[in-house]
């Protein structure tokens, strides 16, 4: 069983920074764990993956180059650093894990077993 939750959310203005955490409890070290987001009436959608083994990344082509995602497995928690936040980036944003290791499904909501209840990130001017 794993359970996960997210913090550092907020508030912000377009350009902005905010670091969301995915602190996890339970065995995450042999999963992929992942970002998503959901903004208000559309569907859920991928943000980054960080795979294992490996611990290779992947992003959205509409996140590319400006967020980081990162695992800390001492500390059983990942991050999101987001940088030069759009208005488009607001959402609520959760983080998932997965039962292992797969790269095909990784950007697939469904390939998640557990996730987070979420964190609102709002960016307006």
């Known amino acids: 069983q794993v359970q996960l939750v997210e913090s550092g959310g907020g508030s912000v203005q377009p350009g902005d920074s905010l670091r969301l955490s995915c602190a996890a409890s339970?065995?995450?070290?042999?999963?992929?764990m992942a970002w998503f987001r959901q903004a208000s009436g559309t569907e859920r959608e991928f943000v980054a993956a960080?795979?294992?083994?490996?611990?290779?990344?992947y992003y959205a082509d509409s996140v590319k180059g400006r967020f980081t995602i990162s695992r800390d497995n001492a500390k059983n928690t990942m991050y999101l650093q987001m940088n030069g936040l759009k208005v488009e980036d607001t959402a609520v944003y959760s983080c998932?894990?997965?039962?292992?290791?797969?790269?095909?499904?990784?950007?697939?909501?469904?390939?998640?077993?557990?996730w987070g209840q979420g964190t609102q990130v709002t960016v307006s001017s």
């Open positions: 998932a894990a997965a039962p292992g290791g797969i790269l095909s499904t990784i950007r697939t909501p469904d390939a998640y077993a557990y």
């Open positions: 339970g065995r995450t070290l042999s999963r992929n």
């Open positions: 960080v795979r294992w083994p490996g611990g290779n990344t």
